[in-house]
């Protein structure tokens, strides 16, 4: 059993800064995939970023290329997204997820998510 916590939204202008946090519970953080999704009002839910277990992996969804990045601390047992250039369609709850094998940007992959942080770009 895994449980997430988030931290870090909040109201931003376009074009600034946020990290976003995920602290998890448990002994067994380092041996899970960790993703952050995000959903905006009447939209589904997006993929955003994954690490794999071992952090030697990254992938992005396509929206965010280059402006995040997804990073982990099993030490810590935290994950974390930081994004930059935020843009108003970056708005969204964001969820941190964590999954087994295999990594994927598949949200079905994810069995332990988090409640949530509210981000919000204005322009």
């Known amino acids: 059993q895994v449980q997430l916590v988030e931290s870090g939204g909040g109201l931003v202008q376009a074009g600034g800064s946020l990290r976003l946090s995920c602290v998890a519970s448990?002994?067994?953080?380092?041996?899970?995939?960790m993703g952050w999704f995000r959903q905006a009002p009447g939209k589904e839910r997006e993929f955003v970023a994954a690490?794999?277990?071992?952090?030697?992996?990254?992938i992005y969804g396509n929206s965010v290329k280059g402006r995040f990045t997804i990073s982990r601390d099993n030490a810590k047992n935290t994950v974390y997204l930081q994004m930059s250039s935020l843009k108003p369609e970056d708005t969204a709850v964001y969820y941190c997820a964590a999954g087994n094998s295999p990594f994927s940007a598949q949200f079905e992959q994810y069995g332990y998510w988090g409640q949530g942080t509210q981000v919000t770009v204005s322009s």
């Open positions: 448990g002994r067994t953080f380092s041996s899970y995939n």
């Open positions: 690490v794999s277990w071992t952090g030697s992996t990254t």
